[in-house]
């Protein structure tokens, strides 16, 4: 499973869905998903985008956890 961590950037700078597409310029379905992490698929792009925008390692937006099978 891959976990997301864009809700808890977010809430540490204190910003709104909004806020992070303007100033991405990332659609605004695609930081929600990404927020809600409902995203099943993700741009190398808006990946990018995120990471320059939080000045942040892609380890620091994602995190793969081992399911337990």
């Given at each position: 499973?891959?976990?997301?961590?864009?809700?808890?950037?977010?809430?540490?700078?204190?910003?709104?869905?909004?806020?992070?597409?303007?100033?991405?310029?990332?659609?605004?379905?695609?930081?929600?998903?990404?927020?809600?992490?409902?995203?099943?698929?993700?741009?190398?792009?808006?990946?990018?985008?995120?990471c320059r925008f939080f000045?942040?390692?892609?380890?620091?937006?994602?995190?793969?956890?081992?399911?337990?099978?």
């Amino acid at each position: 499973m891959i976990r997301c961590y864009l809700s808890r950037l977010m809430g540490e700078h204190k910003l709104k869905i909004v806020d992070v597409a303007r100033a991405t310029g990332l659609h605004r379905n695609t930081v929600t998903l990404l927020y809600q992490e409902k995203a099943t698929r993700v741009d190398v792009d808006a990946i990018d985008r995120l990471c320059r925008f939080f000045k942040c390692q892609v380890g620091d937006l994602f995190e793969f956890i081992p399911n337990n099978e």
